[in-house]
């Protein structure tokens, strides 16, 4: 049953932009707050206004262009400033100007920071909040307050810092907001300090955590099992420092661990796609290994567990991976041998006898393969060839052979870069030559793959390169180390990748090039359509 | 005081190496033993003998190659197997040929699996762990017993996983570990069954957690606090699926918030160099949100920061970073303006004024580049160039000028790829022209660039160009997206990065090739030496 009440917020617009590499456009942040409407979020921090004009500018655009269906947009902004009329503190203006229903408020409740940080006396700090919260509550806005370094507050002086909370409250503070703003709780503090304000002030109380001791998750739910009904987080954690509590994994624990419906069942199917649209915007790596929604998060490599796999999934897994739009993999590498080979197989819709020649074949060549720097991990369309070459006895006819390829790039004083590639191919018996231009080396040499290619297999025209990725292996990049080059690609609606390794970096894309192209131009097994359903990406 | 009798125990060689895109030689598993080592870790689980021909290799070369001044070594594998002898069951010899003083044996405590996975008797499987660690314990081992799939196994049969760990201490094991296994748990639930175990039956407990609920390191903290004398985990949280718990943060919590000294406090100072050496070796992409170490951990943005924290930096960090061998930072971003390009500028050696014109003209101009794509929290070399322009009031002095460059890679069939670079420069009046080869086309430029220099510029022979990284921006890699590209470098004892973009990736590539040039032919500021200590790397 859905719980209304529950007040699931995110800020990732405004605390999550504190990320390490993070820089959005506004444009990236309508975004955003589009899917994250659409996964079921209540509340949606956009941004500080008045304070970074990017912010304004969205807060601006969202009027017109933001239409939200289940989250209210909320402006954060400080109390007024000491010693000055709320009315004409040109911050709470901003606030009120930014035109959303809610409004968060940050306010110190650590007396250090009143006044060190503030430089003002303990009073006035409680008179500012009171008069900003009442001055926007008056003006028709539903008012959070975030109390800054609470649990630090409470710990130096507990009576100040429960005073900050009433005082918000009698204001007309729907929430107060527990911030461990330094991020140095366990979870044991956050209940105990959360049941205890709660008990003595009675006030609706909300939890944001950081996670400098690697426990924001576990604060959060410590917090909420203690009475919170509002907690804070953002996206895959972005954050300062160590991140924000991950919303999705504490949305998903709250749902699945918690059985409190914060968002609807049907939306947390979309868990996963969430966290990938929204990692095409912001472009931080995704993590492999996030709770619920990473790639490797029911990925399964050991043969020790591959085959207690075939036998019943829920034997290794924790909960149900569809249940937030995942699914369990199965990673072919040297642990496994042939169980991963043939679990894998499977998975990729062939049909193999348990124990075959050609499963132990494949096994043996992807450990050799993996000793030279190769991984399959991320590169199913790689694995597929060399699986096919053992299920069909032999190498795959040549459709075509390349006899040679170049590529240069050249610039000059106060002329544009140019990026030249010619490849050399022999295409059902004829010599194709083709050039192909790009924005670098790899860009160029796909193009002029294509150019060669695409009027002899019109299939190959749906083929999009989505990302590339260079490793250096041994940790070395000059003379003499081994680059591995893994790309990944858009093919209808599917997405897989390939690998290549060489001495050379972009001898190593070319091989990931020509095994897309292979890939593309060879039959799938019988029965699977070429519009199957997406592989889950192998890194997010 | 030191805490000799905590069992601080790490499975990085074992359950860490089920990381996904792991793979690591003999080689490099006694290299991270060694560093474990000398963290004072109490005990190294470094493989499955007999199972993993790798750990087989390892376990023997230990013995004559690793000379562990702290740690003790483990040998990891299963009990014997269903109705086979224990002294003829060929993995359990493979524990005794190891040589190890400690042996961790892996046990069912679920009766789901005990059924399923070992297809056998409830009663059988109580013998198979009594009788595998009192042939160990008889063979003069210490040995540990992993209780697999606990917490699902006491919810499920209480009475039987109480039962298992009975059964194994009765029959000599030291201790017992509680898993979570499948990692589905939250820390109050472990505590419970914790405490509720040790109450039971009065055994030495351990705790192996996993982050599937992002809860590991949370779990391991509430066992501890529950009575657990022993708690495994591996560097950096490798591991399967969504990992195991970070062994560095759970050492640092203990030290710092719990006040055990399960590593020395001295030793407590090498964590983050130790979790770079890890890293070194592992090739896994470091998280620069990583708690206590990470290169982010102790980084700070936002301008409404950067002001306290120039009055006082513990008003914004939990903890002292140099007491894990971290540092405080602050970024350049266009969050933080002015204060943020002072702070760092005084970070990196220079006196400037409060306020002064310099200042907001680097950060106008560092806001414009970042609008462009450009970043430079990575980037500290590409920052200081633009720094130092305004704050000397003008464009650096061209020691030299490019006139133009061009790389070109090629191959065919039956011969090697070539890669060659030519650059022309004009150096001191002269014109000068230099090829050079590498391993690609950024590898070739750079030696074209270093040929032709270092003959006029000795200093540049020290720049060593560690690592780059390409980022197509937009999401797009098709012509028109532009690429950002950051180099490392190692500078003598310095380590720091330099960025470029444009339209193409070689371009991009060269202007960061150039800017470290640049930067190394720059007079640092009055005071700081050419042996300056390593700026922390922004990301790990």
């Known amino acids: 049953m859905a719980e209304e009440s529950f007040q699931l917020y995110d800020t990732t617009l405004r605390d999550g932009t504190q990320q390490e590499g993070m820089v959005l456009t506004v444009e990236d942040k309508l975004a955003v707050a589009r899917r994250l409407d ?38 954060f902004g400080a109390t007024r400033r000491p010693g000055v009329r709320t009315a004409l503190d040109p911050q709470v203006r901003a606030l009120l100007e930014a035109g959303t229903p809610v409004v968060t408020l940050v306010a110190k409740s650590h007396t250090g920071h009143v006044r060190s940080a503030l430089r003002t006396t303990l009073a006035e700090n ?8 009442r001055y926007l509550v008056h ?67 909300g939890i944001h955590a950081h996670n400098d001791t690697g426990c924001a998750v576990a604060n959060t739910m410590a917090a909420v099992d203690a009475g919170a009904v509002h907690a804070q987080g953002t996206a895959h954690g972005y954050g300062e420092r160590c ?16 059985g409190r419906e914060v968002v609807p069942l049907e939306r947390l199917r979309d868990l996963a796609a969430t966290g990938r649209a929204v990692t095409e915007v912001t ?34 897994q924790h909960t149900t991976p569809e ?68 299920l069909d006895g032999g190498p795959r006819p040549r459709l075509f052979e390349v006899e040679s390829w170049s590529v240069g790039v050249s610039g000059a004083q106060g002329t544009q870069v140019r990026t030249e590639a010619t490849v050399r191919l022999t295409v059902q018996g004829r010599t194709v030559t083709a050039t192909g231009h790009g924005n670098g080396p790899v860009n160029a040499l796909d193009t002029a793959l294509h150019t060669a290619l695409d009027p002899c297999f019109p299939s190959l025209a749906r083929l999009e390169l989505t990302d590339y990725r260079v ?48 890939y593309v131009l060879l039959d799938g097994p019988p029965g699977r359509a070429d519009d199957a359903p997406p592989l889950a990406a192998a890194t997010g």
Request: glycine share 10%.
């Open 38 to 75: 659409a996964l079921g979020v209540g509340f949606i921090e956009g941004g500080w206004p008045g304070a970074v004009p990017k912010d304004t500018e969205f807060f601006r655009r969202a009027r017109t262009e933001l239409d939200l269906r289940n989250a209210r947009l909320v402006a």
């Open 323 to 390: 249940l937030v739009g995942n699914t369990m993999r199965t990673l072919v590498s040297d642990m496994g041998g042939r169980s991963s080979v043939e679990l894998k197989a499977r998975e990729l819709g062939y049909t193999v006898e348990a124990g075959s020649d050609a499963v132990a074949r494949a096994a043996t060549r992807v450990k050799e393969l993996e000793n030279r720097g190769y991984s399959f991990e991320s590169a199913d369309a790689s694995f597929e060839l060399l699986l096919r070459e053992e």
């Open 139 to 205: 003006a028709g806005r539903r008012v959070f307050v975030d109390a800054e370094h609470y649990f630090d507050g409470y710990h130096l002086n507990r009576e100040y810092a429960l005073e900050v909370v009433r005082a918000a409250a009698e204001a007309g503070a729907e929430t107060v907001v527990l911030c461990d703003t330094n991020g140095g709780c366990l979870p044991d503090e956050v209940r105990s300090v959360v049941a205890e304000t709660l008990a003595l002030t009675g006030v609706q109380l």
């Open 243 to 258: 991140g924000n509590a991950d919303l999705f994994t504490v949305t998903a624990n709250l749902v699945l661990k918690r």
């Open 126 to 133: 409680l008179a500012m909040i009171a008069g900003t919260v």
């Open 471 to 518: 490793r250096v292996l041994s940790g070395e990049t000059g003379s003499g180390a081994a680059a591995r080059v893994l790309i990944s690609y858009r093919d209808g609606r599917r997405r897989w990748g390939t690998v290549g390794v060489d001495g050379n970096t972009t001898a190593a894309s070319w091989q990931a090039l020509l095994d897309a192209v292979h």
């Open 283 to 316: 472009q931080v790596p995704a993590r492999a290994a996030a709770p619920y929604i990473g790639g490797s998060a029911f990925t399964h490599k050991a043969g020790l567990h591959a085959s207690a796999l075939r036998i019943d999934p829920d034997l290794y």
